[in-house]
């Protein structure tokens, strides 16, 4: 005979869960209420629960419970001793402290013990966890009820994802619809026989990767966009390699079906070289093709989307707290802060506090994808929300609370910890201190994202790079690809803890600003082996970074003179930073690295110069060099001396 684990947690006045804790702990295979434990299993509990109880109600009246800090005169109030007398105990124990000082936990528990005190330190709030869900409730099996899978559509740029979502979305607006115009909230829901699915209608890879880079899951499904007469392009692989990373199915939509030059095999071939091998060529990647301009085979791409979310059985529980994920958000000088929250869990109603990000407040009304007012929102469903006190980033996670003031409370927490974290932010990779980072077991995998100028020094760089993985970190290449460094590369390697690697590439001004912002290496090299040497070294813990590049500012070529026995002279405007004459310069060329050189000369007007800022022009001449072009960028930069730390 045994005793159902349900029963046993009434008796002991336990929840299942602590239960089901405290026997998994000892060992014992438990998995719900419903299993049954032996007799001795039992007992063994009681007498733990029951001893434990024991021995609180013994002790209960000498312990002191200290959170962080106590002055002299907190203490005095808790034991309830006269602080006079107090300090005079703290004489006599040798502890010199006035009436406002605070102690030591040391000096606590002395002190404490001479009036028959123990003193129990409560554990503060986990830090690491304030961002994320403050109720995050484990949801019973029975409770779980299937909900509409999440879908992203990403692809390179006029393969017809803008083209592809109307064509779905007409499907479902009706004409009446506010006169033929639809309501745009950044996501909307469509129906497949009976079955919901929502979209997310965001730009792409970008608000994908912004949602990951700062924790949240938001797709469950992502729908890569391919023309079929122009095939696999630079932001096609871009995309593949966010979806990969993300760890989300990916669904082809060859699109373009109509046109004369369609080519849907050449197009499986190219998603073959990147390791997306098509159903019908033996693998496991859904290829629909579809003509979005003509409406062709868009209900074989939504049942396929269908069949995706039932093999993933995709769940929540609609009858909890709710929490989402906003999508987007803006101030809107008529209703205040507006944000598109995409429900993950729950429902949410009209009245809910809630707290997003450092953002909080109360639901004062909710809209959705339709413009019709609703009075609550469940999983999966996308709704506009008023009510927050303030704007929150795209990406943060909603959350219903309690009431009003513990919303409030937690954003105050947040901006609090946010303020530290700008203060003393450093747990990025970088190569500086990888080694120590290695040592302390904090980098398993080195993520790298590299940028180059052409495609064969890509394929060079990662092939070199991966071969650097040891026993203890694993090199892993993220995406690879040709042109400067951008935003997106930035967010991506944000998102995943990466470096990036530019080979004859350089980042642009906010791509720089951006990887300043989330704290991202970024190495640029003009020679393959040096930058397979530098990380190598990091590896091993030998590198030493003597200076350390700074870029001072950035110059636009307006006009060009030639002026005899001098050169070729460019008349510039300083756009970001300042120009200084002893700085170093590097002539770009639509993102690509021209030529390194000294500045040769630096005027305004006829007066030789030091320095020029930014907004102002200037005229530049570059030491031996003349093949200056309208349109150029000359990036102005030097180099500083920084000491190595381990």
Known sequence: MGIRIYKLAEQLELSNKELIKMLQDLGVDVTSHMSTINEETAELIMDMVLGEEEGTQEDDSKVLKVEGTMTVKELSEEIDVDPSTLMAKLIGLGIMATINQELTSDQLEVVAAEYGYVVEEEEEEEEDNLFGLVNDIEDKQKDLKSRPPVITVMGHVDHGKTTLLDAIRKTEVTASEAGGITQHIGAYQVKVNGQKITFLDTPGHEAFTSMRARGAQATDIAILVVAADDGIMPQTIEAINHAKSAGVPIIVAINKMDR??????????E?????????DWGGDTVCVPVSALKGENLDELLEMIVLTAEMEELKANPTRPANGIIVEAELDRGRGPVATILIKNGTLKVGDAIVAGLASGRVRAMINDQGERVEEAGPATPVEVLGLSDVPNAGDLLEVVEDDQSARDIAQKRQNKRREDELSRNTTVNLEDLFSQIQQG?????????????????????QSLQKLSTDEVEVKMLHGGVGGITETDVMLAAA???IIIGFNVRPGVNARKVAEKENVDIRTYRVIYKAIDDVKSAMEGLLDPDYKEVVLGQVEVRQTFKVPKIGTIAGAYVTNGTVNRNAKVRLLRDGTIIHEGEIGSLKRFQDDVKEVAEGYECGIGIEGYNDLKEGDIMEIYDFEEVKRTL
Do not use: T
């Open 442 to 462: 904090e980098v398993k995998e080195l993520n790298i994202v590299v940028k180059a100028d052409v495609q064969g020094s890509v394929e060079a760089v990662k």
């Open 271 to 279: 998603l073959m070289n990147h390791g997306l091998i098509p159903e």
């Open 260 to 269: 004369p030059n369609a080519q849907p095999d050449r197009v499986k071939q």
């Open 496 to 498: 995943s803890n990466a």
